[in-house]
């Protein structure tokens, strides 16, 4: 499922997910459209804002989200 059918399934503006999730919205439009990968830490924040309007909870989001390529940021 890609974040933009999580977002209007959650029934959220790309604005309204921007503030809830403490990203900005061209963060949000860059991955809609696949400009930008979605790291890890940016999909777990998506999938917290997510959560509170949607009935998975933020791992199962998180699973959701893996199917539109999150990638694994490296550890240093």
């Known amino acids: 499922m ?13 604005e309204r997910l ?3 999730s ?3 919205v061209e963060t949000i439009r860059a ?3 696949g400009r930008w990968g979605l790291k890890l830490e940016t999909a777990a924040k998506l999938a917290e804002a997510l959560s509170k309007h949607l009935p998975e909870t933020p791992s199962q989001i998180l699973g959701l989200l893996a199917g539109v390529g999150v990638e694994e940021e ?3």
């Not at 890609?2 to 790309?14: C, I, N, V």
């Open 18 to 20: 921007a503030v809830l």
């Open 31 to 33: 991955v809609e459209q």
């Open 2 to 14: 890609t974040l933009k059918e999580l977002r209007k399934r959650a029934g959220l503006s790309q």
């Open 22 to 24: 403490g990203l900005s």
């Open 74 to 76: 490296a550890t240093q």
